[in-house]
């Protein structure tokens, strides 16, 4: 029941006991409920009334880096591979230049979109994630490998844009000005060279929708990602100044390649004892023609001008891999052991047994991890619970005898 004479909301009519709070005015009330209806109501019909920041005066606050210096925060994570640091530093770079620089003279500068080609476990990714710690603008790594075509079951393209959003907290001026990886690109590549007569759904019909992304438009994209449905409040996203890199192993361009440029990659024809300088040799020859052999639209294509490659990994490089980087794999098992209180220390025999298997059975950088993993297994399990260990040493011995009793033999190809 009410009580006499009790003050009411002048827009509900509830009273002041019905109501959280009841805001007094020299001549009407309003309570907490109206109010927060009014305030959504105002901002689905204005739109956000915050003031935009000027991204540009948010830029220039930031250190913007040299291309020299980024190959050189790259070099501190990523082993070799100088072509590939050279092209993303440089590309990176003249994205800055448009984004504080104004247009003079009706001279726009194009993105300069790269597409980065390289065998498994050959650092791409890794490239990726390190520049994103060096970077003052937004950036998100997707993978191509979860798109469909628009209405059918998997992810819109535009959700690429949606992971770019969370990195930046939503905020849509600066999103606009970020950068986007998507990794496995060819994984998206039509199986022949003639456009498909049917819906090829999470193939060439993911290309198609991504050109609209690459070129530059505005999309509406679902704030939180996912499927698109009608009643979802969708922002628009302007993806003119937002520079795109992609990267794929195209497994089995390199026959491609030979086949371009008249070279026989395998057979009798190949020179045995220099098989694998052939074959990296091959890869750097690669441009936008073999990869539309492969299998990725002329469009899209024309919208990633710059195709770099990455070399395969020799014995070296994996040994470095396994040293030298700030996130060494040797490293990161020496500060495992750490935190038990015991000191690893790894003799060279067995870096240079490590490198070997992972050269023989063709498991790239990546697949370092994974003999690491069969070698010292045994170790992390029983040496936490012997509390009077304070060292352990890995010898040549001890990797082969660990090895020999797991299952990489099967990993072999015949």
């Given at each position: 029941?009410?009580?006499?004479?009790?003050k009411?909301?002048?827009?509900?009519?509830?009273t002041?006991s019905?109501?959280?709070?009841?805001?007094?005015?020299?001549?009407?009330?309003?309570?907490?409920?109206?109010?927060?209806?009014?305030?959504?109501?105002?901002?689905d019909?204005?739109?956000?009334?915050?003031?935009?920041?000027?991204n540009?005066?948010?830029?220039?606050?930031?250190?913007?880096?040299?291309?020299?210096?980024?190959k050189?925060?790259?070099?501190q994570?990523?082993i070799?591979?100088?072509?590939?640091k050279?092209?993303?530093?440089?590309?990176?770079y003249?994205?800055?230049?448009?984004?504080?620089?104004?247009?003079?003279?009706d001279?726009?500068?194009?993105?300069?979109?790269?597409?980065?080609?390289?065998?498994?476990?050959?650092?791409k990714?890794?490239?990726?994630?390190?520049?994103?710690?060096?970077?003052?603008?937004?950036?998100?790594?997707?993978?191509?490998?979860?798109?469909t075509?628009?209405?059918?079951?998997?992810e819109?393209?535009?959700?690429?844009?949606?992971r770019?959003?969370?990195?930046?907290?939503?905020?849509?001026?600066?999103?606009?000005?970020?950068?986007?990886?998507?990794?496995?690109?060819d994984?998206?590549?039509r199986k022949?060279?003639?456009?498909?007569?049917?819906?090829?759904?999470?193939?060439?019909?993911?290309?198609?929708a991504?050109?609209k992304?690459l070129?530059?438009?505005?999309?509406?994209?679902?704030p939180?990602?996912?499927?698109?449905h009608?009643?979802?409040?969708?922002?628009?996203?302007?993806t003119?100044?937002?520079?795109?890199?992609?990267?794929?192993?195209?497994?089995?361009?390199?026959?491609?390649?030979?086949?371009?440029?008249?070279t026989s990659?395998?057979?009798?024809?190949?020179?045995?004892?220099?098989?694998e300088?052939?074959?990296?040799?091959?890869?750097?020859?690669?441009?936008?023609?073999?990869?539309?052999?492969?299998?990725?639209?002329?469009e899209?294509?024309g919208?990633?001008?710059?195709?770099?490659?990455?070399?395969?990994?020799?014995?070296?490089a994996?040994?470095?891999?396994?040293?030298?980087?700030?996130?060494?794999?040797?490293?990161?098992?020496?500060?495992?052991f750490e935190?038990?209180?015991?000191?690893?220390?790894?003799?060279?025999?067995?870096?240079?047994?490590?490198?070997?298997?992972?050269?023989?059975?063709?498991?790239?950088?990546?697949?370092l991890?994974?003999?690491?993993?069969?070698i010292?297994?045994?170790?992390?399990?029983d040496?936490?619970?012997?509390?009077?260990?304070?060292?352990?040493?890995?010898?040549?011995?001890?990797?082969?005898?660990?090895?020999?009793?797991?299952k990489?033999?099967?990993?072999?190809a015949?």
């Open positions: 029941m009410s009580k006499q004479g009790e009411r909301c002048s827009f509900c009519d509830r002041e019905e109501v959280n709070i009841l805001f007094t005015g020299i001549k009407g009330n309003i309570c907490d409920t109206c109010t927060e209806n009014a305030h959504q109501l105002l901002q019909t204005m739109g956000d009334s915050k003031p935009k920041k000027n540009k005066e948010e830029l220039k606050k930031h250190k913007v880096y040299k291309p020299r210096e980024m050189e925060f790259l070099d994570y990523v070799g591979q100088d072509a590939a050279k092209i993303i530093s440089v590309a990176i003249n994205h800055y230049k448009r984004l504080l620089h104004p247009i003079h003279d001279v726009e500068i194009e993105k300069s979109n790269i597409i980065m080609v390289g065998e498994t476990g050959t650092g990714t890794l490239l990726a994630k390190s520049i994103a710690k060096l970077l003052q603008v937004p950036f998100a790594i997707v993978d191509a490998t979860v798109f075509e628009a209405g059918y079951v998997g819109d393209v535009e959700s690429i844009l949606s770019l959003l969370q990195s930046c907290n939503y905020d849509v001026a600066a999103a606009e000005h970020g950068i986007v990886y998507i990794d496995e690109i994984k998206l590549g022949g060279d003639n456009p498909s007569i049917t819906r090829d759904v999470s193939g060439e019909g993911v290309q198609q991504m050109l992304l070129e530059g438009s505005e999309v509406l994209v679902p939180q990602g996912g499927r698109k009608p009643e979802q409040k969708m922002v628009k996203v302007n003119q100044n937002i520079l795109f890199i992609c990267g794929g192993a195209f497994e089995g361009v390199d026959k491609m390649i030979a086949r371009r440029v008249q990659a395998i057979g009798y024809n190949a020179i045995k004892s220099t098989k300088l052939d074959r990296a040799n091959l890869l750097q020859y690669v441009n936008a023609q073999d990869l539309r052999t492969f299998g990725l639209i002329p899209l294509l919208r990633l001008p710059i195709v770099t490659y990455l070399n395969p990994l020799d014995k070296p994996l040994k470095r891999i396994l040293t030298e980087p700030k996130n060494a794999l040797i490293k990161q098992y020496k500060k495992l935190y038990e209180g015991i000191q690893l220390h790894v003799e060279e025999d067995a870096l240079e047994y490590m490198v070997d298997k992972a050269i023989e059975y063709k498991l790239g950088g990546r697949g991890r994974a003999i690491c993993e069969m010292l297994t045994d170790a992390m399990f040496l936490p619970s012997q509390k009077e260990k304070e060292e352990f040493t890995l010898t040549l011995a001890y990797a082969k005898q660990m090895l020999e009793h797991s990489l033999d099967y990993l072999k015949a």
